[in-house]
Structures are given as C-alpha cells and as structure tokens.
C-alpha cells in the first residue's frame, strides 16, 4: 500500500511452492479517488514489471480492480478492493511456472470484504 502517516497496515502471507499468497488491509482517514492507481504503481514497481491485463470487479457492495502483472522474472495477479475506507489488497506473487491460473483463481476469488459492522 502506499505510504501516508498515520495508517496501518495489517498483513497476513503464506507461502506455497514457489508462490506468496497475502491479504492485507488498512483503513485510511480519507479515500483518494486515486488510491487503486497509486497502489498497483506502488506493487508493480516491488516487481519491477508492468501490468499486462487490468479489469475492474465488484465484490459484494465494495468495488475494486484485478490486475495481472509481469517482472523480470516473476510474476503477479491482485485484487485491491475499496470498502468504504478500507482498502483491501489481496496478492499472488512468484515465478511464472510456481503459480497456476486455477490456484490464482480460487485464492483471488475467495476473498470477501468484511461488512462494515463487522470490521469496526
């Protein structure tokens, strides 16, 4: 996520083959309408790559953008979903022959924002 005072964010990753799975969120005091931008520019630049396919999603009531990525020699697939004033990231990160398309699919597409009674 994009660095600004004052917020957190909380992470969680696991690793599996040659691939990283992790979700991570953080509240922020205001949304910049160009948030989604600015934090995929912030993961694509971690990879040194460039975004390769790039879609906007609805998840639930809360809207955010899917991308798939590409580095020298990893690759990437998120989702950052907007949920009020979470933000939501939701990452595969790894070698292009440790990450298949089923595996992103599944952990991408599981993933369901919290509602907002539940997330206070």
């Given at each position: 996520?994009?660095?600004?005072?004052?917020?957190?964010?909380?992470?969680?990753?696991?690793?599996?083959?040659?691939a990283?799975?992790?979700?991570?969120?953080?509240?922020?005091?205001?949304?910049?309408?160009?948030?989604?931008?600015?934090?995929?520019?912030?993961?694509?630049?971690?990879?040194?790559?460039?975004?390769?396919?790039?879609?906007?999603?609805?998840?639930?009531?809360?809207?955010?953008?899917?991308?798939?990525a590409?580095?020298?020699?990893?690759?990437?697939?998120?989702?950052?979903?907007l949920?009020?004033?979470?933000?939501?990231?939701?990452?595969?990160?790894?070698?292009?022959?440790?990450?298949?398309?089923?595996?992103?699919?599944?952990?991408?597409?599981?993933?369901r924002p919290?509602?907002?009674?539940?997330?206070?």
């Amino acid at each position: 996520m994009v660095d600004e005072p004052g917020v957190v964010v909380h992470l969680w990753s696991a690793q599996a083959g040659g691939a990283v799975f992790g979700v991570s969120y953080a509240d922020r005091p205001s949304v910049n309408p160009r948030i989604m931008d600015r934090t995929r520019d912030a993961l694509i630049r971690n990879i040194h790559g460039r975004v390769i396919d790039e879609r906007d999603i609805v998840v639930g009531a809360a809207k955010g953008r899917e991308f798939h990525a590409e580095g020298a020699d990893v690759m990437m697939a998120a989702r950052l979903i907007l949920s009020g004033p979470r933000l939501y990231q939701i990452v595969v990160i790894g070698k292009s022959d440790s990450i298949t398309a089923p595996d992103v699919e599944t952990f991408l597409s599981s993933f369901r924002p919290s509602s907002s009674r539940e997330s206070r």
